[in-house]
């Protein structure tokens, strides 16, 4: 006598809330997390400015020939260089680490949430064993 539409039953609109609408809102907030934490540590303009010298210090070389400032400013700006390298290595490695972390984070947040449904069940079950 009554036609009820698939779409207005109950179990049809949890099983599409809990297996399809929450994990692409997961996903979707995941990425939002990975994406401001690779702009965060800003690893393709470290990866670009590898060799520069740090926080832009170097020195220019006079415009008159002196040996001892010649080889004074090319060990300094060669020690910019060198002290920009490895702290932006540092950073390169801090960031793809934290981006490793944030990944694994959501895959594990999406596999508990597809899968707590599943634990839930077998607990009640278990529970109920132990009673009787």
């Given at each position: 006598m009554f036609l009820i539409s698939?779409?207005?039953n109950i179990l049809?609109?949890?099983?599409?809330w809990r297996f399809f609408e929450v994990p692409k809102k997961i996903?979707?907030?995941?990425?939002?997390i990975f994406r401001f934490y690779m702009h965060y540590f800003s690893i393709p303009l470290l990866i670009k400015t590898l060799f520069a010298p740090w926080r832009q210090n170097y020195?220019?070389?006079?415009?008159?020939?002196?040996?001892v400032k010649y080889f004074d400013v090319l060990v300094s700006n060669l020690?910019?260089?060198?002290i920009g390298f490895i702290l932006r290595i540092g950073l390169i490695i801090i960031g793809l680490f934290v981006g490793l972390s944030v990944?694994?984070?959501?895959?594990i947040a999406l596999f508990l949430w597809?899968?707590?449904?599943y634990i839930l069940i077998i607990?009640?079950?278990?529970?109920i064993l132990i009673l009787f």
């Open positions: 698939i779409e207005k049809y609109q949890w099983i599409t996903i979707d907030a995941w990425e939002n020195w220019s070389y006079e415009k008159n020939f002196d040996i020690a910019s260089r060198i990944s694994a984070l959501g895959i597809l899968i707590l449904p607990i009640l079950c278990f529970g």
